[in-house]
């Protein structure tokens, strides 16, 4: 269980903050840094369970961002996680369930997919029902399931772009990746952060020029700024922009 | 559909052993051939349609600052690092010449075994770059179902030497049944956990079309900011969204319901990709395994036997 490291030139971003939850019962009896190997904090961290780590903000970034709320200790009601429970069982004892029917004589092809397929099914609810989606490609599918009350703005980033030659050009929210909302759903909370966002800045000015490379000439400074849309009671979208950061700061 | 797979050997009559009968029975009931044939070919077909359309994003990773590389869980476990330079481009025409061949039927379970774990590879660098989604995995877990089974006995183009395994595409086996019910009780639970995980995460409330109207405003699209402002209309659908997905487990129990169900679910994302942009495009081909191909065969069985020249008088 290895992370694989990734050079960042400016070294690691920082720290992440701490959501110290209520009530701690069996993870954070074997916690204390002494007793639990960081391998297994980490587990438990990209799978959602942290009661009290710091929740790893900027890794395993999912569609529906439920881990920078809470645990799903906490958020999945007890029969739910009872049947998770049961469902991991199953998943577990399943292969020791199938030694017992081949030593009884049942053919190995039907044993291995009869088998398989338990496993596969009690997975695939554990972590549906533990809303997980760290486990890819057996993901819970929590998507657009927050309720979002009437009325409440919706933010939409969007980058500019100043050429050497001095042009302002508007950067499609689709430069980087295929879903609009992906680039921004990764780096506008760490923009929003004074300490890290003129490294974010940086890799995603290189990341823009390396994309351009081919066809434009390069981009020297980048600027970013979120709309704000909201829905009036008449049904109007009504938009407003706000800046967020320009890099490197001289162009301002 | 009726189980026709007895228990093999001789199990004791333990509670265990039950249930192990009853889910055999159910899993490797025999379907006829065809329909994994078809599925074959449903896959191969979203695949090249993937290879089309989205691939291109895959090989743009190479452009984007490892920096922005978050492995997903599995990666992490397998030390997967960022995809590297030119391997995303190298393997474009290698999947698309096996996409091919599966979709042709030759070494069709060659083909789907690496076209699966090459997709699966493929998605994982897109989720590591950007968020997991959601639309994505089916696709890859059929390709290595159609890997275990014998997707190429039926349905393909005859190669000289593959004659002997080729299948009628009528008989029943057993073989068929269960990637058939895989992709089938798959797509009941994708939909019954996203119901799920609207009733923990939000409960009834959710049906009030808020939160439909916050995704549609954020998505942008023109048919999605005329839809957000008819706050009636988005109550309706969501509503029905919330309920059609948690009953959807229904259609495993009661295939009537499927003539409700599916062209629902089919109706329901292209409603979704033009009004929110959110395209489950190599997900629902696979609603189509719903179809049982049972009538048609016997339909053709029939045929046949009616064009089936009678015994000649002896001339004799």
């Known amino acids: ?252 | 559909m009726t189980p026709t797979v007895p228990p093999a050997g001789s199990a004791p009559p333990g509670l265990l052993a039950r249930w192990w009968t009853t889910w055999d029975r159910w899993w490797l009931a025999p379907l006829p051939m065809v329909s994994l044939g078809l599925l074959r070919l449903v896959a191969f077909a979203t695949l090249l349609w993937y290879l089309g359309s989205e691939y291109a994003w895959v090989v743009r990773l190479e452009t984007v600052d490892p920096w922005f590389y978050r492995p997903i869980l599995v990666f992490h476990l397998l030390g997967v690092g960022p995809i590297p330079e030119g391997l995303a481009a190298a393997l474009r025409p290698a999947l698309v010449v096996c996409a091919i061949l599966g979709l042709l039927g030759i070494f069709a379970r060659c083909c789907a075994a690496l076209c699966g774990l090459a997709y699966l590879y493929s998605i994982g660098q897109v989720y590591s770059f950007t968020n997991v989604h959601h639309g994505d995995g089916l696709l890859g877990l059929v390709l290595l179902v159609l890997a275990l089974s014998p997707c190429g006995a039926t349905l393909a183009v005859p190669t000289p030497w593959s004659r002997s395994r080729r299948a009628d595409w009528r008989r029943e086996s057993t073989g068929a049944g269960w990637p058939i019910r895989f992709v089938r009780v798959q797509i009941a639970m994708v939909y019954f956990l996203a119901g799920y995980a609207k009733l923990v995460l939000s409960g009834p409330i959710w049906m009030d079309g808020t939160s439909l109207q916050h995704y549609l405003i954020l998505r942008g699209q023109p048919i999605g900011y005329w839809l957000a402002s008819q706050p009636l209309l988005c109550a309706a659908l969501s509503a029905t969204t919330f309920l059609w997905e948690l009953t959807f487990p229904l259609v495993l129990f009661w295939p009537r319901l499927r003539w409700a169900y599916v062209p629902t679910a089919i109706v329901f994302h292209l409603v979704s990709q033009h009004a929110l942009g959110v395209g489950f495009m190599y997900f629902w081909p696979f609603l189509l395994v719903y179809i049982d191909p049972g009538p048609l065969v016997r339909w053709w069985q029939a045929r046949g036997i009616r064009l089936a020249p009678g015994p000649r008088p002896s001339v004799s």
């Open chain 1, 1 to 252: 269980m290895c992370r694989p490291t990734i050079s960042h030139e400016d070294g690691e971003l920082p720290s992440s903050p701490t959501i110290r939850l209520p009530f701690l019962n069996f993870i954070s009896t074997v916690r204390g840094d002494s007793h639990i190997c960081p391998e297994l904090s980490w587990l438990v961290r990209c799978l959602g369970l942290d009661r009290q780590y710091s929740l790893d903000v900027h890794g395993y970034c999912t569609h529906t961002a439920l881990s920078l709320e809470t645990s799903r200790l906490d958020l999945v009601p007890l029969p739910a996680l009872l049947v998770a429970g049961l469902a991991l069982g199953v998943a577990a004892a399943t292969p020791v369930a199938a030694a017992g029917r081949l030593r009884r004589g049942e053919p190995l092809s039907r044993v291995a997919i009869s088998s398989g397929l338990m496993t596969f099914v009690a997975l695939q609810l554990a972590a549906g029902l533990l809303l997980l989606d760290a486990t890819w490609p057996l993901t819970g599918y929590p998507m657009y399931a927050p309720h979002i009350p009437g009325g409440a703005d919706v933010e939409v980033l969007l980058l500019e772009g100043t050429t050497i030659e001095g042009q302002q050009l508007a950067i499609p929210a689709e430069s980087l990746f295929a879903d609009p909302l992906d680039l921004q759903a990764r780096v506008l909370p760490l923009l929003r952060d004074p300490d890290v966002q003129a490294v974010v800045a940086k890799h995603l000015l290189q990341s823009l020029n390396r994309e351009r490379q081919a066809t434009a000439v390069p981009l020297v400074a980048l600027r970013g700024s979120v709309e704000r849309r909201s829905l009036t009671a008449g049904g109007e979208v009504v938009r407003a922009v706000e800046p967020v950061f320009v890099y490197p700061t001289e162009h301002r």
